[in-house]
Every structure is written in structure tokens, then in C-alpha cells.
């Protein structure tokens, strides 16, 4: 088992390049065997996650040809098995964007219930709901869920709660139904948005995404088509926060600011200064940073995947914040491992009552999933001494050459897999 250990307390500084976006590929991906001829998808990040999914496309039969680590070629028109194996699911929730991708062109799949990190209750009903709504029979068989149709038609569809997840199944499926399709209360996040561009530059016919109302006309098939995913906004917000918790200075590039806009409105609000440009956003911190209160909401709110960065952050600010958690509820499962650092913190329900120190200091703590360890990452670049974070196999699922990165702005980061290169590492820095 791998770890990071982390010498603290140097503020980043430099430039850093943002990967394509993790939650917009993974569907891309998914979407891109709805056609039988060659899709060529660029911008993927080399994350775990992606990898994983690749394989699931690969073992039901399609050709994947890795270009390079940012680029690959898929064509599905070697598929001959409707049947995504348990494997593949357990690692990544995301995968079961192969259900709306397979059952829009085939009219079957057959997809176990999915995995991923556990921050909490993550139902797949408006999934179903979509799916039985466009006229498929879906059942949950031996753990899997399997939906089938003699042939999907359009239908009107009203989402009881914002998902995205449930927006992009749906979205696809109904690329490919009869007549028209209406989803109401839709998803408007970006990669929502970027799946809906890729699905129409296939020849799908899909109107209003980044909305709350999607309409959709299906078409009998899709065709080849060259992609570009969009730079990945949680990455971006990750840095960007790395910085203000360090008192740093840095560049994020290749991003969309407008993406950031929620992120960027709570760094200036607790003191930092932001400056944008096309493509590509300057957070610096150079005075104390002050106490905000957040509440994670569906976009353009303020993402649930930047909330435990913005904890940590606040940690450090003067004064008691408060962190509300609308989206899951278990989502502060890091907490015990930021109080071992020294932070005042104490979760209430669906909140964080956040004191705010005048420092932490380096421990050992455990990555409990993806976001949080990233900001346990953070935590430890801004904390005096060295901090071991375990369990690093979260962190890489999501973010590419993530301590790369880091050193590039100046943290003294490594990887290592034992006790003898941890103490190599802590004789190294004094």
C-alpha cells in the first residue's frame, strides 16, 4: 500500500496545468460505443478511474486502442456482451453509465449495482425511473441491474431530485428512443454539458443542457466523431485551494473559470485574491484568511467535491466557520483525521463547526475517499513537520500525477510504499 509523505509548511508557488475533467470522461467514454464506427477522444486524464473503465469497455467486446495517456480510439461495433462484469463496477461507481450507453443502442444491459467511494447513500432510482419511463423493464437481478426493451419512445420525464448522474443515463438512453424526450429538474453541471456537445457531435439531437430542461429528439444511430474533454473543475478548485492554505501563489491553467465561479466567490470571500484570465485563474494568499460559511449545492452552487478542500482552508482562518453537506451524508469522514493535525473541528449532522488554529502539525492520517484526500494532501503541505497520509489509492483515482504537480510548486511530496522510505524521507528534510 502506497503513501504520501509530506514535508509541510513551504507556500506553493508556479503554474500547474489542469487535466481533462474525471466525471465527464468517464461518461464520454461510456457514450462513445453508441456508435459502431471509430470515436477518437482527446483530453483524458490518466487517473485510475478512467483505466478501470476502459477495461470494463474492452471486456464486452470493443476495440479500445490507447493512443497515448491523453488520448484513445474506441469502436463498439465488435460488442458482443451486454453483461458488464462485478469487477469492474466495484471500483468505480461511474460505470454504470454503460446501462444508458448499452440500452440506448442495443435496448439491453445488464450492469451490477455500482461501487466507488463511500461518502454516503447514492441511490440509482431516478436512473430506473428514466429508464421505465422511455419503456424499458427493469429489474435488479443477483445484484445486477438489467433493463431491457423491445424498443425505447420518448417520454417526459420529471427527476425528483437533481442527479447527475441520472441526467447523463438518461440523456444517452433517450439519444436513441423514438420521438421526444423531456427530462425536467435536470443536472446542469458542466460535464453534463460536455456529454450532451458529445453526444450531438455524434449526430444526437439533444437541446437545453446546462439548463434545468433537456430536450431530446432520438435518432436511429450515431456516428464517428473527434472529442476534446473539458478541463477538470475539481482538480482546478484543488489547487486553487492549495494555494490559499498554504499562503501561496499559483496559476492554474487550461481551465474555464466560469466553471469556477462558485469556488473562486468563497476564496475571495475568506480573503485571498483571485485573478482571471481566458483560460486560466491566479489564486494568491497573502494575508490571514478569514471565517465564511458554505453550503454544498447541485451547480452552479458550491460543488460537494470541493467541500472537504475548503474544510481544511478554514481550519486555518480566523475565526468559526460553518460547512454544510446538502448532497451526501457522509461526507466528513475526515474529520477525526484533520483534528489529529491539530484542527478544531466537530461535525453536527450534516455540518462542520470549524475554529479556527494559527497552525497544524503533521501526523499520520488515512485518505477515507477521493476529495478528502486530497485535502488531507493540502492539510499537510500547510501543516509544520511531516505528515503521512495513507491509503493514497483514493487520491489516485482522481487526480493525475497529482504529486508531480505538487513539486512543480515547490512541496517537498513523495511516494513510497514502506517504513524504511518514510524515515528515509523524514532524515532527508530534518
Request: charged residues 25%; glycine residues 8%.
Amino acid at each position: 500500500m502506497e503513501q504520501y509523505v509530506i514535508k509541510g509548511g513551504n507556500p506553493l508557488v508556479g503554474e500547474v496545468d489542469i487535466a481533462g475533467a474525471k466525471n465527464a470522461a468517464l461518461a464520454i467514454l461510456s457514450a462513445a460505443i453508441m456508435t459502431d464506427e471509430t470515436i477518437l477522444i482527446e483530453n483524458l486524464p490518466d487517473v485510475r478511474d478512467i483505466n478501470v473503465l476502459l477495461e470494463a469497455i474492452s471486456e464486452i467486446g470493443a476495440q479500445v486502442e490507447r493512443i497515448d495517456k491523453s488520448t484513445v480510439k474506441i469502436n463498439g461495433s465488435t460488442i458482443g456482451n451486454l453483461s458488464v462484469d462485478y469487477e469492474f463496477i466495484k471500483k468505480i461507481r461511474a460505470s454504470y453509465y454503460l446501462l444508458g450507453a448499452l440500452l440506448g443502442k442495443y435496448k439491453h444491459a445488464e450492469v451490477p449495482l455500482p461501487g466507488g467511494c463511500n461518502i454516503g447513500s447514492r441511490p440509482i432510482d431516478q436512473h430506473l425511473k428514466g429508464f421505465r419511463a422511455l419503456g424499458a423493464d427493469v429489474d435488479i437481478c443477483h445484484g445486477a441491474i438489467v433493463a431491457k426493451a423491445e424498443n425505447l419512445h420518448g417520454s417526459h420525464i420529471f427527476l425528483d431530485v437533481v442527479s447527475v448522474g441520472a441526467t447523463i443515463n438518461i440523456m444517452m438512453a433517450a439519444s436513441m428512443a423514438a420521438g421526444r424526450t423531456i427530462i425536467e429538474n435536470a443536472a446542469r453541471e458542466p460535464h453534463v454539458v460536455d456529454v450532451a456537445n458529445f453526444l450531438n457531435s455524434m449526430g444526437a439531437n439533444i437541446k437545453g443542457a446546462g439548463t434545468d430542461v433537456i430536450r431530446i429528439r432520438g435518432v436511429e444511430t450515431l456516428h464517428r466523431t473527434e472529442y476534446s474533454i473539458i478541463p477538470d473543475q475539481i482538480e482546478a478548485g484543488t489547487f486553487m485551494f492549495a494555494a490559499a492554505a498554504t499562503r501561496g501563489d499559483v496559476t492554474v491553467r487550461n481551465v474555464i473559470p466560469k466553471h469556477l465561479e462558485a469556488t473562486t466567490a468563497k476564496l475571495e470571500e475568506i480573503g485571498c485574491e483571485v485573478e482571471e484570465f481566458d483560460d486560466a485563474v491566479r489564486v494568491r494568499a497573502p494575508h490571514v484568511l478569514h471565517r465564511t460559511h458554505v453550503k454544498t449545492l447541485p451547480y452552479p452552487g458550491y460543488p460537494t467535491d470541493m467541500q472537504p478542500q475548503i474544510a481544511v482552508t478554514l481550519a486555518l482562518a480566523e475565526g468559526t466557520s460553518i460547512v454544510t453537506e446538502s448532497i451526501f451524508e457522509n461526507r466528513f469522514k475526515y474529520a477525526d483525521e484533520l483534528s489529529r493535525m491539530g484542527a478544531n473541528i466537530k461535525v453536527e449532522g450534516n455540518s462542520a463547526i470549524i475554529d479556527g488554529v494559527r497552525k497544524l502539525t503533521g501526523a499520520r492520517v488515512s485518505a477515507p475517499d477521493l476529495r478528502a484526500g486530497a485535502a488531507l494532501v493540502i492539510a499537510g503541505l500547510a501543516a509544520e513537520g511531516v505528515t503521512v497520509v495513507d491509503d493514497i489509492v483514493y487520491i489516485q483515482r482522481g487526480y493525475e500525477n497529482f504529486e508531480e504537480k505538487l513539486r512543480s510548486l515547490g512541496a517537498e511530496i513523495e511516494r513510497v510504499s514502506s517504513e524504511k522510505e518514510i524515515q528515509k524521507f523524514r532524515l532527508r528534510v530534518g
